[in-house]
């Protein structure tokens, strides 16, 4: 298509040239656009692996900056004393849904965790597990999140989930680094002291 237009107007002669700048100056763009899009179907363009994050299923335009498994508990700290509570939160927040504890993670670590299909974000504004994080349980979820994950009720005047699962094994994608205290990485467990790291 493209050198049959040039050819077309280079023997019209000059003044025929003249008269179709138009035409030449369209044709002259289709073909360089055309040429362009075979080059590029050619020799894809491929990003450095560096610069190349691959998002789990169900995190979309956020960077990945670790992801990993582990055991996570149940928790519900709101200050009344029931079930083990041990008072407020350690970021200053009130309890709430999505308020996540790590024995490990700077407090504002932000990400999501995965289990059996089903997805929630949280971020870190307590610490915890404590001994159960020397057995690999690495998350202290809040009682609500818990139950959504496991497809159960949250009872609020016992702080306990319906069914008898008080561990789950997840998924965990960390797209945010907390400012607070804690240490970034893998996490580690509650008697590390890592969790005062600043």
Known sequence: MCTNAVRDLVGKGARGVRAH?????????????????????????????????????????????????????????????????????????????GLFASPSWPLGTEGYVFYNGRKAKFFIGDRGPGNPSNDGVMLDIDGKTFADLVGTSWNSDTLTVGGSQGHIDVEYVVTKWGAGPGKRGEPVPFSSGAWSNS
Do not use: H
């Open 21 to 97: 700048r138009t035409v030449s100056s369209v044709t002259t763009a289709a073909c360089a656009a055309m040429i362009g899009a075979s080059i590029m179907g050619a020799a894809p363009v491929v990003k450095p692996a560096s610069d190349t994050i691959v998002s789990p299923a169900g995190v979309q335009n956020e960077q990945v900056l670790l992801r990993g498994s582990t055991s996570g508990s149940y928790f519900w700290d709101d200050g009344s004393g029931r079930q083990g509570d041990t008072g407020q939160p350690a970021i200053g927040k009130p309890m709430q849904q």
